[in-house]
């Protein structure tokens, strides 16, 4: 089997999801935006699919980088290709981003799922096919009966302990939020949603990235007292020194690295610094699934857990094949949006979750993802 093309299809869709000047979402009027699905197709007719954001997998990223490497080769030899993708990024003067490299390797994967009538999670060794997951909440907003008071948080932590989740994760405030950031919203926040949900749902806080080292223990401190479960990127990842500081100085496990780049490369670098407890991957942030899977292990080495960051179906199928993950990432959730109905390329959700909580993973092969193949083509806007 060899790799004969590699397609780009741009296509529109209705969302109810914003993004406001900082790049956090929030719910808002329904809109048409777009989105890319990378397709690559071998000799014998099999494909793989992947989506991503059109400004990540450009007509330029698949002619420079994807199909330079991807035709002619067998489409199994997965590790060795997303080596020789990462050999391009040194010289594609930030193009070829682990974004863009995330996209076209997840669409191997699918690939190969499909052509051996696999689920990708099987395929890496599953470990269990269901997962529970945690309601992740989108960060705080000004909507009046949204996320806007610590009430507010409390009410819809309430409303996703009734729908099953058995832990929930925080988003709180940030720019452009007026009055973001704010150390002592954030601990009201957590301290409302502990009293509304009790003492046995695990509650986690992602707050504001760029808190000050003073910031970041005293709102670590407080969280130690609501018995958070884990508390992540508070402060500037590029500082390891700043978060091993902070490990040293808290009970509480703190998460990372969420956004830094280098792969498993940069993980390794924290667990040796002691700058987290619990390492952080997920898909698309560290370049695929392969890489992936190389934090998970790397984690397991030093008896750690790797909390995968991120929805979606990669993402699933990793945390399904791991030990070493609590937790999958449901989200992002917001009072105003209904999570359940899936986006309209989809004919239904990848991570649809049950009363107890449980995500149940998807035995058709591939990724697992319901494409509607037919709704894409009505709506494509761009092929390449």
Not at 154 to 163: G, N, T
Not at 191 to 210: F, I, Q, S, T
Not at 245 to 265: F, Y
Not at 349 to 360: I, K, S, Y
């Amino acid at each position: 089997m060899k790799i004969e093309r590699v397609q780009g299809t741009v296509f529109h869709y209705l969302t109810s999801r914003s993004v406001d000047s900082a790049g956090h979402s929030h719910p808002g009027p329904e809109k048409r935006a777009n989105m890319a699905m990378i397709t690559i197709t071998a000799d014998d007719g099999s494909k793989g699919y992947a989506f991503g954001p059109p400004e990540v997998v450009r007509p330029h990223i698949l002619e420079a980088f994807a199909r330079k490497v991807l035709i002619g080769q067998d489409p199994f030899d997965r590790e060795r290709l997303w080596q020789d993708l990462v050999h391009w990024q040194r010289g594609s003067a930030g193009q070829l981003t682990d974004r863009a490299l995330a996209v076209i390797e997840q669409a191997l994967w699918d690939l190969a799922g499909r052509a051996l009538n696999t689920p990708v999670y099987k395929l890496l060794g599953a470990y269990r096919d269901k997962v529970p997951a945690y309601g992740s909440t989108m960060c705080g907003d000004e909507l009046k009966g949204g996320l806007s008071t610590p009430d507010e948080y409390a009410a819809f932590a309430v409303k996703l302990v009734e729908r099953g989740y058995k832990a929930i994760k925080l988003h709180t405030w940030m720019p452009p939020v007026s009055f973001a950031p704010s150390v002592a919203m954030d601990i009201k926040a957590c301290a409302a949603v502990r009293e509304a949900v009790g003492p046995d749902v695990a509650l986690m806080l992602d707050g504001y990235h760029w808190y000050s080292r003073g910031d970041a223990l005293t709102i670590g401190r407080a969280l130690e007292r609501l018995n958070f479960a884990w508390f992540e990127e508070m402060m500037n990842e590029q500082s390891i020194a700043s978060y091993a500081w902070l490990a040293n100085q808290l009970d509480i496990p703190i998460v990372g690295p969420e956004s830094i780049s280098g792969k498993h490369h940069s993980r390794a670098d924290w667990v040796q610094a002691g700058a987290c407890d619990i390492l952080r991957a997920g898909v698309p942030g560290v370049g695929g699934i392969t890489p992936t899977m190389k934090v998970a292990a790397l984690a397991d080495a030093f008896g750690m857990n790797c909390e995968v960051h991120g929805n979606g179906a990669a993402n699933l199928a990793v945390t399904a094949a791991i030990k070493n993950c609590e937790w999958y990432e449901r989200g992002l959730l917001h009072p105003f949006l209904d999570y359940d109905v899936p986006p309209a390329y989809l004919r239904s959700l990848p991570d649809a979750m049950d009363a107890d909580g449980f995500v149940h993973l998807s035995q058709q092969p591939g990724l697992g993802e319901d494409i509607d193949f037919d709704y894409i083509a009505a709506s494509t806007v761009e092929s390449y």
